[in-house]
């Protein structure tokens, strides 16, 4: 059974899973690891959930304001051995709930073109890929995507 915490990205639990998720886009990414990793400053997001499994942290997930009407999922990851048990599913749908809980009608996210499975994943759930914004502008390894969630 798992259960979904809202909480902080101060949780030890959430600091733990984001350095192994650092760790993995460290070796996806190789040369552009750098660039992305100063977009994904963990620190400072106060939306964070954790999904734990029989009380092991098995994912995470978060997302920021955008803008006052978009929030940005950031941080999304799953144990390795834990996926294709609908942890990711159910983490990104419990942060469209919770953005929607505070007013934001649309979800936005970028993530790279190598990670077939997450992009997959996105689409399954109603994202649809979409013009590259902000930082991620003109950098042909992103693929952003959005979904309405109002």
């Excluded at 886009?25 to 100063?38: C, N, P, S, V």
């Excluded at 190598?114 to 693929?143: P, R």
Aim: hydrophobic share 35%; glycine share 8%.
């Amino acid at each position: 059974m798992i259960q979904l915490i809202r909480t902080t990205s101060d949780h030890p639990d959430f600091g733990q899973l984001v350095a192994e998720l650092d760790a993995y886009l460290r070796i996806l990414d190789g040369d552009d690891h750098e660039f992305y990793a100063q977009f994904n400053k963990s620190n400072l997001l106060k939306n964070a959930l954790i999904c734990y499994e029989n009380e092991v942290a098995v994912g995470i997930g978060a997302y920021k304001e955008f803008d006052t009407e978009t929030a940005e999922i950031k941080r999304m990851y799953t144990l390795p051995e834990y996926r294709g048990k609908g942890i990711a599913k159910a983490i990104l749908t419990e942060l469209e709930l919770w953005a929607k809980e505070e007013g934001y009608k649309t979800a936005l996210l970028e993530t790279g073109y190598m990670q077939k499975d997450a992009i997959g994943l996105y689409q399954k759930l109603g994202y649809e890929i979409t013009e590259n914004f902000g930082q991620y502008i003109g950098v042909e390894n992103s693929v952003c995507m959005k979904k309405i969630i109002k």
